[in-house]
């Protein structure tokens, strides 16, 4: 299975920003790509996804703060953190779906096969 790789998590004070990077090999073949994130004992929820045929689409909770973006060239997804909150802290995961649309369905991650670690954000008061 192809496999995708978050980085740039870490700990800052509410109103700090953070950027995470995805990459890997499941990047080059899929050109639906997604943030998701989980806090222990909840449900895993969408935080961005975007496609080539798209614009970046938002949970309510992430419209003007966060931002997704593409590096083309290098192969790379961001996802730019702005304003962080305390409920922003969770970790974060990368996903990928297997077709070129991100098509119907965007927030539920059944419909994503392609999945990183996850990267841990904890933002403090």
């Known amino acids: 299975q192809d496999q995708l790789q978050e980085s740039g998590g870490g700990s800052v004070q509410a109103g700090g920003s953070l950027r995470l990077s995805c990459t890997g090999p499941g990047y080059r073949s899929h050109r639906c790509m997604a943030w998701f994130r989980q806090v222990a004992g909840k449900e895993r929820e969408g935080v961005a996804c975007m496609s080539r045929t798209s614009p970046p689409e938002y949970v309510n909770r992430a419209k003007g703060r966060f931002t997704i973006s593409k590096d083309i060239d290098n192969h790379i997804f961001y996802l730019q953190m702005s304003s962080l909150e305390v409920e922003d802290t969770a970790i974060y995961y990368c996903?990928?779906?297997?077709?070129?649309?991100?098509?119907?369905?965007?927030?539920?991650?059944?419909?994503?096969?392609?999945w990183g670690q996850g990267t841990q954000v904890t933002v403090s008061a």
């Open positions: 996903a990928a779906r297997s077709i070129a649309d991100c098509g119907e369905a965007i927030w539920t991650p059944s419909n994503y096969q392609y």
